[in-house]
């Protein structure tokens, strides 16, 4: 079983910033992806950013330059740090961790419960 938690959502004035963070743990023996995703009220889960194994980092064109995915391998690990926040930038941000939970199993997607981003005056 693995356990996915995210933390460090809330409200926010446009231009600020936030960082969220997120944690898996439990039975894991390999890590492929790193990620964050979002969802505003109404619209489709959409990527935000994502690290894979090698380093390689994907942003979403929304995002770039103003948010920044970083990671700690040895504590299982992911954050993003939000700068200049934008209202359009609301909705729950959800933690996503690509892995292994045996040797024997394939990769599979495993999710937190998100945590809300407000941007709001």
């Known amino acids: 079983q693995v356990q996915i938690v995210e933390s460090g959502g809330g409200l926010v004035q446009p231009g600020g910033s936030l960082t969220l963070s997120c944690v898996a743990s439990?039975?894991?023996?390999?890590?492929?992806?790193m990620g964050w995703h979002r969802q505003a009220p109404g619209k489709e889960r959409e990527l935000v950013a994502h690290i894979l194994s090698g380093g390689t980092i994907r942003y979403a064109d929304s995002v770039k330059g103003r948010f920044t995915i970083s990671r700690d391998n040895a504590k299982n690990m992911v954050y993003l740090q939000m700068n200049n926040l934008k209202f359009e930038d609301t909705g729950m941000y959800y933690c996503n961790f690509r892995l292994k939970k045996t040797w024997r199993d394939p990769f599979d997607d495993n999710w937190g419960q998100g945590t809300q981003v407000t941007v709001s005056s």
């Open positions: 439990g039975s894991i023996v390999s890590i492929s992806v």
